[in-house]
């Protein structure tokens, strides 16, 4: 190899190193401040979610921007899990005869098969906390096992199919 052809390899290697980079640091970025890949373990959340489906959850939303029904993701620092939340912060969340009563009102979960059966109980949502539940209450270990989920530990919310394509799921 002449020096012309060094040079010339050289300014080769450095665009492809500095292109490498930059994709590696853009996806960082969207990966921590704007969008997280989802992979979905295990059936909690069926029929919603089924397990291995893969997708990506939204980083960008504030404390307000968490809803009753909305689907989160939560870092239980082992784990991440992916529940729906039932109960807003300081609300009382009550199930009698598989019906939910937040604050003593009913409200109807479309989102939930017919034959899903939710246990009977009561709990009072503390402030800066959120009740979360799979949508496959049998086969779900959530915030009836847990306890409800401080804030902090949710990281997403609603999740973007994308292997199968579904759309988005909140």
């Known amino acids: 190899m002449n020096s012309n052809e060094i040079k010339r390899f050289s ?16 996806a ?7 969008a997280q890949p989802i ?15 893969f997708g990506i959850s939204s980083r960008l939303f504030g404390d307000d921007d968490i809803k009753r029904f909305d689907i989160v993701c939560i870092d239980m620092g082992n784990k991440k ?33 017919d034959s899903v059966n939710t246990t009977d ?5 503390p402030d800066g906390a959120y009740f979360c539940l799979g949508d496959n209450r049998e086969h779900s270990t959530d915030s009836r096992y847990y306890g409800a989920f401080d804030r902090s530990q949710i990281f997403t919310k609603d999740v973007f199919l994308l292997v199968p394509l579904k759309g988005v799921i909140n």
Not at 39 to 53: A, F, H, Q, R, W
């Open 11 to 26: 300014r080769w290697l450095g665009k492809q190193l500095l292109e490498i980079t930059s994709i590696a640091l853009i």
């Open 81 to 113: 899990i992916i529940k729906r939340v039932i109960g807003l912060p300081g609300e009382d969340i009550r199930y009698t005869n598989n019906q939910l009563y937040v604050n003593g009102e009913a409200y109807e979960e479309d989102f939930l098969e």
């Open 39 to 53: 992979i979905v373990e295990g059936s909690s959340m069926y029929p919603t979610l089924k397990d291995k489906n």
């Open 121 to 125: 109980f009561m709990i009072h949502v």
């Open 28 to 34: 960082f970025f969207i990966a921590h401040y704007i």
